[in-house]
């Protein structure tokens, strides 16, 4: 997911980082500008999400921004946010556990939601992915190796690419491909090998 790089993309990073931390303190307007400041980003990063769930799921790209919004913001000692990369990193670690969420409440009445392989993290060649058991397999990454985790975070279930999922964590290019190809050969393991 290549985002356009802006001309004005450290006034817009300073805006946001400023917006977040007068959020904190309790200013709804800043919240509510910086919403529309990121709300874009947002959604594209909500249809990258929704592209990976069933055909007829029951959220939709705005109803989990929406979502989301109500998670980070809609409780009154919510998350401390620091920057625009901490910011995005929350929002989709909320997205996917609102779709995990999700799928924990469909398996209880039946089905079980499968997730179906991209290009970005190959598990299996034989069979689409339970959300559940990564998720499960995830948190136990973030136990052994809590960088790897966020990259898979980031990279797999957010789309961005690496360049955009180092400058989210502040890490450097080199870290960030290691921690990705640990992580997927260690979900390989965990998830497939059993």
Same mark, same amino acid.
């Given at each position: 997911m290549d ?14 980082t ?9 200013n ?13 980003e947002?959604h ?10 069933n ?9 989990l921004?929406?979502?989301m ?5 809609g ?16 929002a989709?670690?909320?997205?996917r ?6 799928a924990?409440?469909?398996k209880?009445?039946?089905g079980?939601i499968?997730?179906p392989?991209t ?7 034989e =069979?689409?992915?339970?959300? #559940?058991?990564l %998720? ?6 973030a136990?052994? $190796?809590?960088?790897? +985790? &966020?990259?898979?975070e980031?990279?797999?279930?957010g789309?961005?690419t690496?360049?955009?999922t180092?400058?989210?964590?502040g =890490?450097?290019?080199?870290? #960030?491909?290691r %921690? ?8 390989? $393991?965990?998830?497939? +090998? &059993?």
């Amino acid at each position: 997911m290549d985002l356009p790089i802006e001309e004005n993309a450290p006034a817009r990073d300073h805006q946001i980082t400023r917006l977040l931390h007068e959020s904190a303190d309790g200013n709804q307007a800043s919240t509510d500008e910086l919403m529309q400041v990121v709300y874009a980003e947002l959604h594209r990063l909500a249809a990258h999400y929704m592209r990976k769930e069933n055909p007829g799921h029951l959220l939709q790209p705005t109803a989990l921004v929406n979502e989301m919004y109500l998670r980070l913001f809609g409780v009154e000692h919510g998350p401390q946010m620091n920057n625009r990369g901490h910011f995005f990193a929350l929002a989709a670690t909320q997205m996917r556990r609102i779709l995990v969420d999700h799928a924990r409440h469909q398996k209880k009445g039946g089905g079980a939601i499968l997730v179906p392989e991209t290009e970005a993290l190959i598990v299996s060649n034989e =069979r689409p992915m339970d959300l #559940v058991a990564l %998720d499960d397999a995830l948190k136990e990454l973030a136990e052994i $190796d809590a960088g790897a +985790a &966020e990259v898979v975070e980031l990279r797999y279930f957010g789309g961005y690419t690496d360049k955009e999922t180092a400058e989210i964590t502040g =890490r450097n290019f080199a870290k #960030v491909r290691r %921690d990705w190809e640990f992580a997927r050969a260690w979900l390989y $393991d965990r998830l497939v +090998a &059993e």
